[in-house]
């Protein structure tokens, strides 16, 4: 809207070039600091409300910039000479961050003011010159991370994103259309810890930096991992507007690093965990036995005559056998629970929130039925069975690593015993408990 310069001013400045659709941006002020005119286009910087730069005729030119009353950016020296005495002809500059209300951002802004002399007044012109878009930092940023190969995204600080490069683009198969305005939620897999998420706001909330792996789904619905590096980003005012994100596809690398991981815990042969995935198993177990006062049981198996199997129908078949063992264990557990192969023919197990023997009985009936199901191999059928030790936290120790060797020495008691049979560790109250299988199946 073009504001019409009121006659009575147009009379005074008929000196001054005004015309109506001028772009500039400026106000006249007398010997003061009084406005007296304010050009259309100032409106759109200084006015808050309906643009008509005719409200701000009659405010003092402090009331709009503090830094004239007083503050040390504007030397006092350099206030008196402008502002009140008005014998001075040179001109004086100050930069100041403001708000483009027409293209809703902010602008870093030059305001110049020099003395100006109409039909012998002297007054004052404070000119408003844009010296770049405030975001011109992070506008410069955006047009380099066109040519990025990473994927960059901007978001607001209400998560809001602003803007993707193309390489985001090609990396999640979202069009840049369809995130603006959108949050990262829309990548989420559903597949990281929420504690990932929640370090990453305290981070970013801080004013820090955050790397991490992000576990997200493209478009197409495929998962990916994201080494992903945000930062807050501060405005010319100093204050959080962005975020952000620049982040690389490293699937490969958590690919192979999760196959080498598998390797160094799990065993080759049956797939099961590893003495070393067991142990920190135990670890966490015994931790959460102490924390939460629950209970839990290691029971150590042997297979029985094993190597008799391998020496009359090869080491091929004894592989197998072991195989079907670790099988028909993992079957009659719960998720939570585990087995492992620690070395031979020989299986551990952690059985979590146990209350009482019998729930670990349960749990080991179970396995020997299954465990002695013929297995057929090349038409013969070989039998399967077991010599077991059962330990149970606290009763039978308060640590795993004692745990396990009374299980193991329950298990060669039962081995002893003829094998084909599990034993509870005998614990100090001497009690004493030997389970006949052949009699149960
Ligand atoms: N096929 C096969 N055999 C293995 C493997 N690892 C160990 N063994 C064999 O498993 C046998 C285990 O020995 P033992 O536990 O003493 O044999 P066992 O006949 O079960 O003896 P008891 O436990 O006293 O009944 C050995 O002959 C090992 O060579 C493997 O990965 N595959």
Redesign the pocket.
């Known amino acids: 809207m073009e504001i019409p310069v009121p006659d009575s001013l147009r009379k005074m400045f008929s000196s001054v070039c005004f015309p109506a659709e001028s772009k500039r941006a400026f106000l006249v002020l007398d010997t003061n600091g009084t406005i007296k005119y304010g050009s259309p286009e100032v409106g759109n910087y200084l006015c808050n409300d309906n643009n008509n730069p005719t409200l701000l005729i009659g405010q003092s030119v402090a009331d709009i910039f503090p830094a004239l009353q007083g503050d040390l950016s504007w030397p006092e020296s350099i206030r008196s000479h402008y502002i009140f005495s008005p014998e001075s002809d040179n001109g004086f500059e100050f930069e100041f961050v403001g708000w483009n209300r027409r293209e809703g951002r902010e602008v870093l802004l030059k305001a110049s003011l020099a003395p100006l002399e109409i039909e012998d007044r002297r007054f004052f012109l404070l000119e408003l010159f844009v010296l770049a878009s405030e975001d011109n930092k992070l506008h410069k940023f955006l047009e380099v991370s066109e040519f990025n190969g990473d994927a960059v995204a901007v978001t607001t600080v209400d998560e809001l994103i602003e803007y993707v490069n193309p390489a985001f683009e090609e990396l999640t198969g979202y069009r840049k259309a369809a995130m603006v305005g959108r949050t990262h939620a829309v990548l989420n897999s559903g597949m990281q810890e929420p504690q990932f998420f929640v370090d990453m706001w305290k981070a970013l909330r801080a004013g820090r930096t955050f790397r991490g792996i992000f576990v997200n789904r493209r478009q197409n619905g495929s998962i990916f991992y994201e080494d992903k590096i945000i930062r807050p980003y501060y405005n010319a005012r100093g204050k959080m507007s962005h975020f952000i994100a620049s982040g690389r596809d490293v699937s490969e690398r958590i690919q192979i690093m999760h196959r080498l991981e598998h390797l160094a815990n799990h065993d080759c ?1 049956t797939g099961l965990p590893n003495r070393n995935l067991f142990l920190d198993r135990l670890r966490q177990a015994e931790a959460r036995g102490s924390r939460n006062h629950e209970g839990f049981s290691v029971v150590v198996m ?10 009359t129908l ?6 197998v ?2 195989q079907t063992a670790a099988c028909r264990i993992r079957q009659c557990l719960r998720e939570e629970d585990t087995v492992a192969r620690l ?4 299986f551990s197990l952690i059985l979590t929130e146990i209350s009482s023997t019998r729930d670990v009985m349960n749990v080991v009936e179970k396995i020997v039925v299954l465990l002695s199901e013929p297995l057929a191999i090349d038409g013969r059928d070989i039998p399967l069975q077991a ?1 077991i030790g059962i330990a149970i936290y606290p009763e039978h120790g308060e640590d795993g690593h004692t745990l396990l060797k009374h299980a193991d020495n329950a298990m060669y008691q039962a ?1 002893t015993a003829g ?1 084909n049979d599990f034993q509870i560790f005998e614990g100090k109250e001497k009690e004493h408990f030997i389970f006949s299988l052949q009699k149960k199946i």
């Open positions: 042969l042997d297979l029985d005559h094993f190597k008799a199997i391998n020496d090869g080491h091929a078949v004894g592989d056998v072991l070395g031979g023919d020989e010599s081995k094998g």
